[in-house]
């Protein structure tokens, strides 16, 4: 089973406003755009992944990202994040004939294939699934079988929601890369720690030059 990935995006300007007491506005939107860019390199190359659609209406992220590969799904119907991811899904259902389809965090610079592969094949066994974030009150994916709606609702506390809206949450060992999203100064360490992707390796590196 091949999955198609939809991955949420915000205007890179209003990105990561969590990770002020690490990065400056001007640092910040750099962060965030490697941030995406490591993750969506990780998912595309991943064994398990048919296609990747980024939803944003940035258009500096949208030519980055579609230069490594991925799609580019406008942010509609502007009704948050939520109603973006819901669109998508059912955009590339329709374009592309995806079946089986995962929402994806933007912020996992620490992704690795292999991680995400055991996660997604483990999801393949249920008609809804969700893996929670590394502090356990959120989400960093959340799949949908080719016969299901996706029904999204991310935010802060999501895990219980989705839990409560049937989705069936994932425990597996080992997959620390695809539960670390990066909101805060902390978790960017734990990221770094795990070891990122290049581009947020080369944005941590002007960060701490910034900070001499």
């Known amino acids: 089973m091949q999955w198609t990935l939809v991955v949420p995006l915000k205007p890179?300007?209003?990105a990561k406003s969590r990770l002020s007491d690490t990065a400056d506005d001007a640092l910040r939107p750099g962060?965030?755009?490697a941030f995406a860019q490591d993750t969506v390199a990780a998912a595309l190359a991943c064994h398990a992944v048919r296609n990747v659609a980024v939803v944003t209406d940035d258009a500096l992220a949208g030519r980055e990202l579609a230069a490594?590969?991925?799609g580019i799904v406008a942010d509609e119907p502007g009704g948050g994040l939520?109603?973006?991811?819901?669109?998508?899904?059912?955009t590339v259902r329709a374009a592309w004939?995806?079946?089986?389809?995962?929402?994806?965090?933007?912020?996992?610079?620490?992704?690795?294939?292999?991680?995400?592969a055991r996660v997604l094949e483990r999801a393949a066994a249920f008609p809804r699934a969700f893996l929670p974030d590394a502090a356990g009150?959120?989400?960093?994916?959340?799949?949908?079988?080719?016969t299901e709606e996706l029904r999204p609702s991310f935010g802060p506390g999501s895990r219980a929601r989705h839990?409560?809206?049937?989705?069936v949450e994932l425990r597996l060992d080992a997959v620390d890369s695809v539960r670390q999203d990066v909101d805060t100064g902390d978790d960017l360490r734990a990221a770094l720690a795990l070891g990122v992707g290049p581009r947020t390796a080369a944005a941590a590196a002007r960060l701490l030059i910034a900070e001499q």
């Open 12 to 14: 890179l300007a209003e």
């Open 31 to 33: 962060l965030a755009l």
């Open 68 to 70: 490594l590969g991925a």
């Open 82 to 90: 939520n109603a973006a991811l819901a669109h998508a899904a059912a």
């Open 97 to 116: 004939h995806a079946g089986p389809v995962a929402a994806l965090n933007a912020d996992l610079p620490a992704l690795r294939t292999a991680e995400l």
């Open 137 to 146: 009150v959120g989400t960093t994916l959340l799949t949908a079988a080719a």
């Open 163 to 167: 839990r409560a809206r049937g989705a």
